[in-house]
């Protein structure tokens, strides 16, 4: 069923841009506080309750934000059926009008707004923090919902998930080095990453710290500091993909593997956090043919819902939690094992074990 609560005149012609669209459910509404879009995508809730963070940020117009909501979301049914999950997948995007600067009021207010949507969607979605959201601003959402996670470990919550997703990422690495060279090691290795945020910097320094060479960069440059500290060269944004070097480790935004920046690239693999890392879904194609491993985000990323999804529970089990994000390097494997036996792309491969996990069910 899909449910639009605001029915603008363009959605069809949004709705027909994205591909599939096959969504359970779509909320989409005006902040009564904040008086910005809030949109709640519920792809699918096959496996359980849909889990996916809450993503703040800017686009040209509510639109381009409900298309991303509805990309993500559908990304997310994939990503938790590939952690093995009961869980579905959805997503909610606050578009922040572009040239608009989100005060802490109106972030507060932006907060209880989006606690407000999910809770009028019955338990279909529980959200979490994303771009442009944090642990605290969960503890807000909680204000008018029960159906949120990842509040801050004081506030009896169990924290941001950005150090379980930069496990997996590191534990993925590690498989698409195994599968080039039968090594795992990253000793040694020049890895380039793009976008030193909660994941990436928590990943440079533990590449950093099992011995690899790094290039690395982010639009923002304040990011030189941690660069420095970690003794790596920087590069500007627009040519870090251009860096010859072993792998290519996209975490900022989604879409950085344009059709151009695949033929620039000089590295044999590509593995990172990004969501939807494909400007577009030949690109899978693009980069087989040019010889570039490259392991699928919503597998490779998928450490943050493991995380979330255990620790959120009254009877978490680090432990156990921590070899479910590991086994991420498990699937990777699979995956390139599948794709090279029969000859389709990772991205292929890589869907058709999520998919078999969502219809076991
Ligand atoms: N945080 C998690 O646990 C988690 C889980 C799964 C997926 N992801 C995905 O991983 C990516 C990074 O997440 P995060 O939590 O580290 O976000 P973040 O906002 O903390 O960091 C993103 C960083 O990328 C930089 N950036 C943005 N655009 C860039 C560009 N064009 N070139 C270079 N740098 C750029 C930003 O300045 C920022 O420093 C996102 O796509 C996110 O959706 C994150």
Redesign the pocket.
């Known amino acids: 069923m899909t449910l639009i609560d605001t029915a603008p005149a363009s959605l069809p012609d949004v709705a027909a841009s994205v591909p599939d669209f096959d969504h359970e459910r779509v909320l989409v509404v005006t902040g009564r506080r904040s008086g910005l879009t809030i949109i709640v995508a519920v792809h699918s809730t096959r496996l359980g309750q849909a889990l996916g963070g809450c993503r703040v940020w800017q686009y040209d117009d509510w639109q381009d934000a409900l298309a991303d909501a509805l990309r993500l979301s559908a990304a997310m049914t994939l990503k938790n059926a590939a952690a093995g999950l009961a869980r579905g997948g959805g997503k909610a995007v606050i578009h922040v009008p572009r040239g608009t600067v989100l005060t802490e009021e109106g972030r507060h207010a932006a907060m209880l707004d989006l606690g407000d949507a999910v809770e009028s969607l019955d338990g279909a979605y529980m959200t979490a923090?994303?771009?442009?959201t944090s642990a605290e601003l969960m503890a807000i959402v909680a204000l008018r919902t029960a159906h949120v996670c990842g509040l801050p470990p004081e506030q009896g919550g169990v924290g941001?998930?950005?150090d379980?997703?930069a496990s997996g990422v590191f534990a993925a690495i590690g498989s698409t080095l195994d599968a080039l060279d039968g090594s795992r090691d990253v000793a040694g290795r020049h890895i380039v990453i793009?976008?030193?945020?909660?994941?990436?910097g928590r990943l440079a320094r533990a590449l950093t710290a099992g011995g690899a060479r790094l290039t690395v960069?982010?639009?923002?440059t304040s990011?030189k500091a941690l660069a420095a500290e970690l003794g790596a060269h920087w590069v500007e944004?627009a040519d870090?993909h251009t860096v010859n070097a072993d792998l290519f480790v996209p975490?900022?935004?989604?879409g950085?593997l344009s059709s151009r920046v695949i033929d620039e690239l000089r590295v044999r693999g590509v593995v990172g956090?990004?969501?939807n890392q494909l400007a577009s879904r030949d690109g899978a194609r693009r980069l087989a043919d040019r010889g570039i491993l490259w392991a699928p985000d919503f597998v490779v990323?998928g450490g943050?819902v493991i995380y979330l999804d255990g620790a959120s529970t009254g009877d978490a089990d680090l432990d156990a939690i921590e070899l479910r994000v590991l086994a991420i390097g498990d699937t990777v494997t699979e995956i390139f094992r599948e794709s090279a036996a029969d000859g389709t792309t990772t991205l292929e491969a890589a869907e058709r074990i999520a998919e078999a996990r969502l219809h076991a069910a």
């Open positions: 923090e994303d771009v442009g941001e998930p950005a379980a997703t793009s976008g030193l945020g909660q994941v990436g960069t982010d639009v923002d990011k944004p870090a975490c900022g935004l989604g950085a956090a990004a969501n990323n943050g």
